[in-house]
């Protein structure tokens, strides 16, 4: 599967941080979630059940509208918050991916970098914001190398960071996984090995083991 600049994918579905309630989107009907999350004023549910619909049920570039206009209402309100920051970067890693090769793409996958960027800034423990930043350098160096702002090395560090930290997140293996692949590293099969091993109790977990699946498939042995 051909990636683009920016393969959020790919954050906006993270399920990394805790939450005392099921994930809104565990269930997998992501349109219902979207709805449900923009009527109770939840931007962030909001993006990240849109990013979903892009990501796992090739829903219409307007999908990919939504998650980003969310994920910008999310930061505007609480501009300190890692998960609207995750948000907004990953919606618009799609918002780039779908963009090719363009100078808007650039641009619009350089937003998701800053975004990006910020989230980790304020959240520097976090295993799913790691993953999603080494997806993006992963994803940028593929594309463009050193004209694009990737940097292969920083998704190599932060991609075998955050798999060290959450040995046991499907979103953090998945990820990492498909960072390390982008760059060619080897290490990238056990990763998503172990991502598509891992229990998968929910519909979210299982559509991203699906994509985990789909780009260990792709690997030359």
Not at 11 to 20: G, K
Not at 61 to 77: F, G, K, L, P
Not at 137 to 148: D, M, P, T, V, Y
Not at 178 to 183: F, K, P, Q, V
Request: no cysteine; charged share 20%.
């Amino acid at each position: 599967m051909k990636r683009g600049l920016l393969l959020p994918t790919l954050l906006v579905l993270s399920t990394a941080h805790a939450q005392p309630t099921p994930d809104p989107l565990s269930g997998g009907d992501y349109a219902q979630a979207y709805a449900a999350a923009q009527a109770a004023g939840d931007a962030v549910t909001a993006s990240r059940a849109a990013a979903a619909m892009t990501e796992y049920r090739a829903g219409s570039r307007d999908w990919t509208t939504r998650a980003v206009q969310a994920a910008r209402q999310a930061t505007a309100a609480h501009p300190s918050d890692p998960d609207a920051q995750l948000a907004l970067g990953s919606a618009l890693g799609l918002q780039a991916r779908a963009g090719g090769y363009t100078l808007g793409a650039l641009s619009t996958a350089q937003q998701a970098r800053a975004a990006l960027d910020r989230a980790l800034n304020l959240a520097p423990d976090r295993a799913d914001i790691q993953a999603v930043l080494a997806e993006w350098h992963a994803g940028a160096w593929a594309k463009a190398g050193i004209f694009s702002g990737g940097n292969q090395e920083r998704a190599r560090s932060l991609a075998t960071a955050a798999a060290r930290r959450a040995p046991d997140s499907v979103f953090v293996q998945a990820h990492a996984g498909i960072a390390l692949s982008l760059i060619r590293d080897p290490q990238a099969r056990p990763l998503l090995n172990r991502a598509v091993n891992l229990d998968a109790p929910t519909a979210l977990t299982r559509d991203l083991q699906a994509q985990a699946k789909r780009v260990l498939d792709s690997l030359k042995p």
